[in-house]
C-alpha cells in the first residue's frame, strides 16, 4: 500500500483559495492514479477530483472551473488547487490511491490518508 499525508487545510472565507497537498511514499508513486475526496458533516464521502499516472484529470462538476489537481512525480506529492470556495466546499479532504478507472471515473483504492480539514466561511 501507498502511505499518503494531507496537509494545507484551514480556515478561509468564501472567494479566498486553499492549495492541499498529499505526499506519498513509495516508489511506485508515479505509476498511481490518485482521488482527492471529501466528506462533510453527515454526507456521504464523495470524488472531488483525480489524476491518472499520464496526467489525465476529472472533476465533479460542483468544482468544474474553481479546482485544479496536479501532480509532481519528482516529489511523491498531488495538489488540489481550490478557488473561489464557498462554504459548500467545507469538508475534510481524503487523497486516495491505488485506485482504477471505470471509463472516466476513479474508483477508491485501498490507501487514505488521515484527511485534512477544509472550513470556509460565509
Known amino acids: 500500500q501507498v502511505q499518503l499525508v494531507e496537509s494545507g487545510g484551514g480556515l478561509v472565507q468564501a472567494g479566498g483559495s486553499l492549495r492541499l497537498s498529499c505526499a506519498a511514499s513509495?516508489?511506485?508513486?508515479?505509476?498511481?492514479?490518485i482521488g482527492w475526496y471529501r466528506q462533510a458533516p453527515g454526507k456521504q464521502r464523495e470524488l472531488v477530483a483525480s489524476?491518472?499516472?499520464?496526467?489525465?484529470?476529472n472533476y465533479a462538476d460542483s468544482v468544474k472551473g474553481r479546482f485544479t489537481i496536479s501532480r509532481d512525480n519528482a516529489k511523491n506529492t498531488v495538489y488540489l488547487q481550490m478557488n473561489s470556495l464557498k462554504p459548500e466546499d467545507t469538508a475534510i479532504y481524503y487523497c486516495?490511491?491505488?485506485?482504477?478507472?471505470?471509463?472516466?471515473?476513479?474508483?477508491?483504492?485501498?490507501?487514505w490518508g488521515q484527511g485534512t480539514q477544509v472550513t470556509v466561511s460565509s
Open positions: 486516495n490511491a491505488d485506485g482504477y478507472y471505470r471509463g472516466s471515473y476513479y474508483m477508491s483504492g485501498d490507501s
Open positions: 513509495g516508489s511506485t508513486f508515479s505509476k498511481n492514479a
Open positions: 489524476i491518472s499516472s499520464g496526467g489525465r484529470t
